[in-house]
C-alpha cells in the first residue's frame, strides 16, 4: 500500500525556520517526482516545490523561491521542504504529493495526510 | 503566477449534470494538456479525478469527464449524487516549469 507521510510541522516565529519530511512507503520513491502543495486555513491549493526522481530538476512557485529549499534522500524513502524566513502567510498544511502519471508535470495520486505549519509570534 | 479561475460555486439536483470551468491562459491550460483536476471533501487530503486533460485514474466513476477548448479546461460530473458534494481544484503545467492551481468550486447537491 502506498502511504506517505509527513512530520515536523508545528509553531515557529516569523523569520525563523523549519523543516517538514514525507516518509514514502509502498511503492519505488526513487521512480517518481514528488511535489509539495501548502493549503491555508479555509483557502485553496498552491502549489509549492517539485523535484524529479534523483533531484537533478527543480522548481519552485514565485512565493517561495530563493526562502525555500526541496530535497530528497532516496535511501531514506523521504522527501523533505527546509524553510526559512517564515511569514505569516506560509502558515498552512503542507502537503507532500507523489506524481504518478505524468513526470513531474501534476497529476498527483497519493497525497500524504498533511502536516500543519503555523508562523506566529 | 495567478491562479486558474474557477466558479466559486456550482450546483444541482441529483441525478443532473454539472460543468466546472477552470480558465487559464495561453502560458498554462492553452499550451499544455497537463489538466488534473482533485476532488476534496472536509478535512481531507485531495484525491485525483482527471489528469492530462480527459484520463480518469482507475478507480474513479466514469460519471466523471473532462475536456478543454483554447484557455479554459472543463469537469463535467454526471448523474449527480450525494457522495459528489465537495470542493473540487482543478491544475496546470505552465510555461515557466511550474504549476498552478484553482481558485477553487464547492459542489452543492441539492
Known amino acids: 500500500e502506498v502511504q506517505l507521510v509527513e512530520s515536523g510541522g508545528g509553531l515557529v516565529q516569523p523569520g525563523g525556520s523549519l523543516r517538514v519530511s514525507c516518509a514514502a512507503s509502498?511503492?519505488?520513491?526513487?521512480?517518481?517526482?514528488m511535489h509539495w502543495v501548502r493549503q491555508a486555513p479555509g483557502k485553496g491549493l498552491v502549489w509549492v516545490s517539485r523535484?524529479?526522481?534523483?533531484?537533478?530538476?527543480?522548481s519552485y512557485a514565485d512565493s517561495v523561491k530563493g526562502r525555500f529549499s526541496i530535497s530528497r534522500d532516496n535511501v531514506k524513502n523521504t522527501l523533505y521542504l527546509q524553510m526559512d524566513s517564515l511569514r505569516a502567510e506560509d502558515t498552512a498544511v503542507y502537503y507532500c504529493?507523489?506524481?504518478?502519471?505524468?513526470?513531474?508535470?501534476?497529476?498527483?495520486?497519493?497525497w500524504g495526510q498533511g502536516t500543519m505549519v503555523t508562523v506566529s509570534s | 503566477q495567478s491562479a486558474l479561475t474557477q466558479p466559486a460555486s456550482v450546483s444541482g439536483s441529483p441525478g443532473q449534470s454539472i460543468t466546472i470551468s477552470c480558465t487559464g491562459t495561453s502560458s498554462d491550460v492553452g499550451s499544455y494538456n497537463r489538466v488534473s483536476w482533485y476532488q476534496q471533501s472536509p478535512g481531507k487530503a485531495p484525491k485525483l479525478t482527471i489528469f492530462d486533460v480527459s484520463n480518469r485514474p482507475s478507480g474513479v466513476s466514469n460519471r466523471f469527464s473532462g475536456s478543454k477548448s483554447a484557455n479554459t479546461a472543463s469537469l463535467t460530473i454526471s448523474g449527480l449524487q450525494a457522495e459528489d458534494e465537495a470542493d473540487y481544484y482543478c491544475s496546470s503545467y505552465t510555461n515557466s516549469s511550474t504549476l498552478g492551481f484553482g481558485t477553487g468550486t464547492r459542489v452543492t447537491v441539492l
Open positions: 523535484m524529479n526522481s534523483d533531484g537533478s530538476s527543480i
Open positions: 509502498g511503492f519505488t520513491f526513487s521512480n517518481y517526482w
Open positions: 504529493a507523489r506524481d504518478g502519471y505524468s513526470y513531474g508535470f501534476g497529476a498527483f495520486d497519493y
